[in-house]
């Protein structure tokens, strides 16, 4: 096990039984207030915790002497680019100060007054700049879905499907943290009968995802074997992949999305490393027809860690639409940024892949409006006695997850957005 996961360990600061982020998890991402720049940082319970003021401090001297400036950043890119040599020490040497045997910060209440803020007196920013985004279509009950609704019940997965993991590049500028509003997009649209009209979308869906962050470039020609793929993986968030199903319906024939998802993507403010989730590691599918070599892969590779989309009309209570899992994943995010490179394309540190929507087999596990409402023939019903077949302006879709072992709860965070009327 490694010793920043370890179950026993708490921690001098406050953190309430339901927290995301016990001393356990230590994730990273970047905040800034009036008198602080952007810089990196961690959260344990809703304290922020200012890695660039802990490294003036000299806390990480032993390991790098050079942090300050990887942490006095507005990207995490830079620190995810040491090395999970140095980025898994950062994070053993936090679990260590903040341990609540540990008297170094615990006693010192001037470097505390330095380094420590209040989730709510911050602002969470994007915290890692996306070079490269890539989005894959890797839930087979997702698929299956679509398939059905858009094409042929009995031939619901394209032949393709089940040999590699679908994927197409996406939009990197317009990823952005949660929090940020999103306007409703306009583009083409076709009615059943007549010629395409353009306006604003009335198809307006959420994709419940999850995005793994690179953190290691590999140079143009290499590929990555699935064995190694993990070593490249820095961390994981939470992804929407906002979707205009009307738009997308009209544009995508054949060379996939465009438009109908290039207009925003809402991230987590936290990447939680791929070290803090090894307690969620779980079987992947028993994958028939057999893959090829290149795309085999030994151990436990999915993860599993709860997933929930919630709606919230303005004025309203949030009510949850779906509860998935990241589990749900046909192809494992080794297989895909095995697949991704196998053709010799290189990657950057802070690109981006996102997993595609995550549903499971039941209807209550659909991870988009698109398949909760069956193409808007089951409205969902609302508290407040409305109903939703899609997202309405000035709705806020939340999405949440985390996972439970051994008495530790490791989340997210959310990653939400409100949309607003198009402009
Ligand atoms: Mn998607």
Redesign the pocket.
């Known amino acids: 096990m490694l010793p920043a996961n370890d179950p026993s360990l708490s921690s001098w600061i406050n953190v309430d039984s339901d927290s995301d982020f016990p001393i356990q998890n230590i994730p990273f991402g970047v905040f800034q207030t009036e008198k602080k720049s952007a810089r990196v940082a961690t959260i344990i319970g809703d304290t922020v915790i200012d890695l660039a003021a802990l490294a003036q401090l000299g806390y990480f001297n032993e390991i790098d002497s050079n942090l300050e400036s990887s942490f006095s950043q507005s990207y995490i890119n830079q620190f995810m680019g040491l090395g999970k040599k140095i980025t898994n020490a950062v994070r053993n040497r936090i679990s260590n100060i903040f341990e609540k045997n540990n008297p170094e910060l615990r006693d010192n209440k001037e470097q505390q007054a330095q380094v420590l803020s209040k989730i709510h007196e911050v602002e969470m920013l994007l915290p890692v700049q996306v070079g490269d985004y890539t989005?894959f279509?890797s839930s087979r009950e997702h698929a299956t879905n679509v398939g059905t609704m858009f094409r042929d019940p009995e031939n619901a997965l394209l032949p393709n499907w089940l040999h590699l993991p679908v994927g197409y590049h996406g939009r990197a500028s317009s990823i952005v943290v949660s929090g940020t509003n999103i306007h409703r997009p306009k583009g083409q649209q076709k009615p059943n009968d007549g010629p395409p009209v353009f306006g604003p979308s009335r198809l307006l869906d959420f994709?419940l995802?999850m995005a793994f962050v690179v953190g290691q470039p590999t140079k143009l020609g290499q590929s990555i074997s699935t064995a190694e793929a993990e070593d490249y993986i820095f961390g994981i968030t939470l992804f929407n992949?906002w979707?205009a199903r009307d738009i997308q319906k009209w544009e995508y024939i054949p060379l996939g999305?465009f438009l109908a998802?290039s207009f925003a993507s809402t991230m987590s403010p936290w990447i939680v490393t791929l070290e803090a989730l090894e307690p969620f590691r779980t079987e992947g599918y028993d994958q028939d027809p057999e893959v090829l070599p290149y795309l085999k892969y030994s151990g436990k590779k999915n993860y599993d860690i709860k997933l929930e989309v919630a709606i919230q009309p303005e004025d309203g209570q949030p009510h949850v639409v779906c509860k998935s899992n990241f589990k749900h994943m046909y192809w494992t995010m080794a297989q895909q940024l095995t697949h991704h490179t196998v053709n010799g394309c290189n990657v950057n540190v802070g690109d981006m892949c996102?997993s595609?929507?995550i549903s499971g087999p039941t209807p209550d596990s659909y991870g988009s409006m698109l398949e909760i409402s069956w193409r808007g023939t089951k409205p969902v019903a609302m508290p407040d006695g409305s109903e939703r077949k899609f997202i309405n302006d000035k709705d806020t879709v939340i999405m949440r997850g985390w996972g439970i072992a051994n008495g530790v709860r490791i989340g997210f965070g959310e990653a939400s957005g409100k949309v607003l009327p198009a402009l």
Do not use: I, N, Q
Request: proline share 9%; charged share 45%; net charge negative.
């Open positions: 989005d279509y994709e995802e992949d979707s999305p998802k996102a595609g929507t």
